[in-house]
């Protein structure tokens, strides 16, 4: 069963452009009629280099960029018919993190503080120990000691930052996870140690896992399938094995032969 499903989807940038005496806009095709689908329970790795569209790809499927054409479906529930009241009862079940250089855990809040939030927003009726008991059990899935709870972002090291944002992220018991650039940034070793984590999480809690990433390799480690974005388009698509060992496009061989 298909869990999120992306039909010719297309998504536009409005940007102010100097003609002569006055100011108008131009749109750009970020990404051109890509199509994709994750089955409940599987998992996709999508590589882009930075131009490729990947970021406001994520963005559309959290309903933060607006659609052009195309449809986004997920769990049957087409998203772009939905307004931003109704998208909240789907959101609770559709989770993103993102880069160690995003700036997704907020400075001034400890852990413990930054869990409560999320606590709050998606069980606002359970008591205190309820929430301790969520808050603990994914700390100890990512790997967090109790001791961090306490901690503000700044006292804790890159790997321990991407553990918070996953367990941040694994309170409201999401059925799809995003990782977008996940490990970007850390050396091998920290990279290794995030991925082996994903790898256990998305056992352990019966994720469907979508990994947009600039690295073939990690995509070639957590996904089952993988899609090669270049300048918006989806080159090739397909299981991961054959993408890497027998890839079709130019691009891809590229790829291949500088990442694996």
């Given at each position: 069963?298909?869990?999120?499903?992306?039909?010719?989807?297309?998504?536009?940038?409005?940007?102010?452009?100097?003609?002569?005496?006055?100011?108008?806009?131009?749109?750009?095709?970020?990404?051109?009629?890509?199509?994709?689908?994750?089955?409940?329970?599987?998992?996709?790795?999508?590589?882009?280099?930075?131009?490729?569209?990947?970021?406001?790809?994520?963005?559309?499927?959290?309903?933060?960029?607006?659609?052009?054409?195309?449809?986004?479906?997920?769990?049957?529930?087409?998203?772009?018919?939905?307004?931003?009241?109704?998208?909240?009862?789907?959101?609770?079940?559709?989770?993103?993190?993102?880069?160690?250089?995003?700036?997704?855990?907020?400075?001034?809040?400890?852990?413990?503080?930054?869990?409560?939030?999320?606590?709050?927003?998606?069980?606002?009726?359970?008591?205190?120990?309820?929430?301790?008991?969520?808050?603990?059990?994914?700390?100890?899935?990512?790997?967090?000691?109790?001791?961090?709870?306490?901690?503000?972002?700044?006292?804790?090291?890159?790997?321990?930052?991407?553990?918070?944002?996953?367990?941040r992220a694994l309170l409201s018991?999401?059925?799809?996870?995003?990782?977008?650039?996940?490990?970007?940034?850390?050396?091998?070793?920290?990279?290794?140690?995030?991925?082996?984590?994903?790898?256990?999480?998305?056992?352990?809690?019966?994720?469907?896992?979508?990994?947009?990433?600039?690295?073939?390799?990690?995509?070639?480690?957590?996904?089952?399938?993988?899609?090669?974005?270049?300048?918006?388009?989806?080159?090739?698509?397909?299981?991961?094995?054959?993408?890497?060992?027998?890839?079709?496009?130019?691009?891809?061989?590229?790829?291949?032969?500088?990442?694996?």
């Amino acid at each position: 069963m298909e869990l999120l499903s992306v039909e010719n989807l297309c998504l536009l940038k409005q940007r102010m452009r100097r003609r002569w005496f006055h100011y108008d806009f131009e749109e750009k095709l970020l990404i051109d009629e890509v199509s994709f689908s994750i089955e409940k329970g599987r998992s996709l790795g999508l590589v882009g280099e930075e131009k490729s569209g990947k970021h406001a790809l994520v963005l559309a499927l959290m309903k933060l960029h607006p659609v052009a054409s195309g449809n986004i479906t997920f769990a049957e529930i087409d998203l772009n018919s939905l307004g931003e009241r109704q998208f909240r009862r789907v959101r609770k079940r559709i989770q993103t993190v993102f880069s160690p250089g995003f700036g997704q855990l907020t400075p001034d809040l400890t852990l413990d503080q930054a869990f409560n939030e999320v606590l709050k927003l998606w069980y606002p009726k359970s008591g205190m120990d309820d929430w301790h008991q969520r808050a603990e059990s994914v700390m100890v899935a990512c790997g967090l000691p109790e001791a961090v709870r306490q901690l503000y972002p700044v006292e804790l090291d890159a790997v321990e930052r991407q553990q918070a944002a996953l367990a941040r992220a694994l309170l409201s018991a999401p059925d799809l996870l995003i990782c977008h650039g996940f490990t970007q940034g850390l050396d091998a070793v920290e990279q290794a140690e995030l991925l082996n984590l994903l790898y256990k999480v998305r056992e352990e809690f019966s994720l469907t896992l979508l990994v947009v990433t600039d690295d073939l390799a990690v995509a070639h480690h957590l996904g089952d399938n993988i899609g090669i974005l270049h300048r918006g388009k989806l080159l090739e698509y397909g299981d991961a094995e054959t993408v890497v060992n027998r890839p079709d496009h130019d691009y891809t061989k590229r790829l291949v032969s500088c990442s694996l």
